[in-house]
């Protein structure tokens, strides 16, 4: 399968492994920001397959993880209501909030439904005018454009009875918090190949001028990521600091404009809490006031839900690359898929799902 069977090639594999180990003179600490790349790396063995001093930590490159709690909350608020059908990508159903999540509230009756596509949910809006549709909208730059979509088509076809909770954030944000933070550790960044496909990677330069960072945009079969890792490496060894673009069969610099003008248009940037990482400011996207009549938070008056974040779950030091799921003392003990404390261990692309599926009973 062209473009993808040569990214997962194991002689290929081991020549970008060596290729890493020759140039590596020092210790670097290397953070891939997407949970995609986090589950490849996992999966593969790509972190053990390099030198020891080559540290791979894991970032908050995984929506559904830093959702915080307080939106998980206002979701099952809503979705309590008579007469509301709530929808929801499937990812999200069972994100633990304060009491309860999206899925123990379907099985005692609500009328939550998973969907593919918020379009699904224009839809259901009007085959079903007696109901109130409410779309969950959660993600980076990557999905906001789709739901930006729906907005948009709600607005042209006047329907007065959908709305979208909207929960998405902004990835160069997090990065340069993740920079500014006093305990850091990060030295160089795999940026997401799927995010700069919508957003180009244009913002990224300065964050790496500014910290003296290199940022490798990467797609994510282990040759990608590989890659990337070496680009890394060599621009560390150098002392050099730039943005490279290994994804260029997906990524430009620019990206999609016509999907950055509907977000220009329908969103608005706003300062965004992050699960287990607190305030980060211009960090997240909502509706801009044009569309305020299909804002879920100010219809259903749930804009002033803020439950305090769980204190056993660990997540927040995980997201910032501190420590690793393994080192967190709840992680295959307390913390499981089936009981999970937070986000991590249940969203698909999260650090603690890979290493519970892939991991588990080893030591790292």
Not at 338 to 350: C, F, I, K, W, Y
Request: charged residues 20%.
């Amino acid at each position: 399968m062209k473009f993808v069977n040569e990214y997962r090639d194991p002689e290929t594999v081991k020549k970008w492994a060596q290729a890493i180990a020759d140039i590596t003179t020092q210790p670097w600490t290397i953070m891939e920001v997407c949970g995609g790349q986090t589950h490849s790396i996992i999966k593969h063995g790509l972190d053990q397959l390099l030198p020891e001093n080559i540290n791979l930590v894991h970032g908050p490159g995984c929506p559904v993880c830093v959702t915080p709690i307080a939106y998980i909350d206002k979701a099952l608020a809503i979705a309590q209501q008579d007469n509301v059908i709530f929808c929801s990508f499937g990812d999200m159903l069972r994100v633990p909030g304060s009491q309860d999540d999206l899925l123990s509230l379907k099985s005692q009756g609500a009328d939550i439904r998973i969907i593919y596509s918020p379009l699904e949910a224009l839809n259901l809006a009007e085959d079903n005018p007696s109901k109130q549709i409410v779309f969950f909208a959660v993600g980076f730059e990557t999905t906001a454009p789709t739901c930006a979509l729906a907005i948009y088509q709600a607005k042209q076809r006047a329907l007065t009875n959908f709305y979208m909770l909207v929960c998405h954030v902004r990835v160069p944000p997090v990065m340069q918090a993740l920079l500014d933070a006093p305990d850091n550790t990060v030295q160089g960044f795999l940026g997401a190949g799927h995010v700069c496909s919508i957003m180009g990677y244009h913002e990224y330069h300065a964050i790496s001028e500014q910290y003296k960072t290199p940022i490798a945009i990467t797609g994510f079969e282990p040759v990608d990521i590989l890659q990337g890792i070496y680009q890394c490496i060599q621009q560390l060894e150098a002392e050099t600091y730039r943005v490279d673009n290994q994804f260029k069969r997906v990524v430009t610099e620019q990206g999609n404009v016509t999907a950055q003008q509907l977000m220009q248009q329908v969103y608005i940037i706003v300062d965004r809490q992050w699960r287990g990482m607190g305030n980060i400011v211009d960090s997240g996207l909502a509706l801009s006031p044009e569309y305020d009549a299909w804002n879920a938070e100010k219809y259903f008056s749930v804009a002033d839900i803020q439950p305090d974040e769980p204190k056993a779950c660990r997540s927040g030091e995980i997201l910032k690359g501190l420590i690793k799921p393994v080192q967190c003392p709840e992680f295959n003990t307390t913390c499981t898929p089936e009981h999970p404390l937070g986000a991590t261990m249940v969203s698909s692309e999260g650090a603690c799902a890979a290493y519970y599926r892939y991991r588990r009973y080893q030591n790292d």
